[in-house]
């Protein structure tokens, strides 16, 4: 399968600081990009799909100011959290698309606010 | 409000045993029906997808069986090894390519 790599794995972040989040896809081009929040033992919530060149769309209920979204490549979307609090913690993963439908995931980001 | 519905959430089964895990959705628009393995701490893997005019699909050990008149799907692991151990998710998509997950199923195999 395709692969999308996801950087940094894990990361600690002092509360009010704001963490980069890296999503590049390795061997294919993406014109489309998602970004899920994971909670522990939970599913996966769509926070925002990303379009290169383009501005992010957000769903319902997410804080397009605090996460930011930028795809300025076919190859890489970058997610912000911009001034984290300890509610931001959690488990970031994106994917992207490749061809008619399929997505594929990275292997996500353990965001970890202190 | 979850889109596809999933069951169980939770499942133990031998080694050599087939877990069946299904789902269920609402939308007709939906017209691709993944699913994914996710082990502890990684992102989820693609495993194998239908679309609706397939009733069934194999890829090695999984099997997707589809019901679409029903709009119920699910996934048999064949001959389930103790490496099958995972969280398992159906998800479902249409034209706007977001995925709809299911609220996860995780699958123990006992050796």
């Known amino acids: 399968g395709a692969v999308v790599s996801q950087h940094p794995s894990w990361v600690i972040c002092k509360s009010g600081t704001s963490v980069k989040i890296e999503c590049r896809s390795l061997?294919?081009?993406?014109?489309?990009m998602f970004w899920y929040r994971q909670f522990p033992k939970q599913s996966l919530m769509l926070m925002a799909t990303s379009n290169e060149g383009s501005k992010a769309t957000y769903e319902q209920g997410v804080e397009k100011d605090k996460f930011l979204i930028n795809h300025a490549s076919l190859t890489l979307s970058t997610l912000t959290v911009t001034s984290a609090h300890p509610e931001d913690s959690s488990f970031y993963i994106c994917s992207a698309r490749r061809g008619p439908v399929a997505a594929f995931f990275g292997q996500g980001t353990r965001l970890t606010v202190v | 409000q979850q889109q596809v519905k999933q069951s169980p959430q939770s499942l133990i089964v031998q080694k050599g045993g087939i877990p069946i895990i299904n789902c269920a959705y609402e939308n007709t628009a939906f017209d691709y029906f993944p699913w994914y393995q996710q082990f502890p701490g990684k992102g989820p893997a693609l495993l194998i997808a239908i679309r609706p005019d397939v009733s069934e699909k194999k890829e090695g050990r999984f099997t997707i069986s589809f019901n679409k008149s029903a709009k119920q799907f699910s996934l048999h692991i064949m001959d389930s090894q103790p490496g099958d151990s995972a969280t398992y998710f159906c998800?479902?998509?249409?034209?706007?390519?977001?995925?709809?997950f299911g609220a996860g199923t995780t699958v123990t195999v006992r050796a």
């Open positions: 061997d294919f081009q993406a014109t489309t």
């Open positions: 998800a479902a998509t249409s034209n706007d390519y977001k995925l709809s």
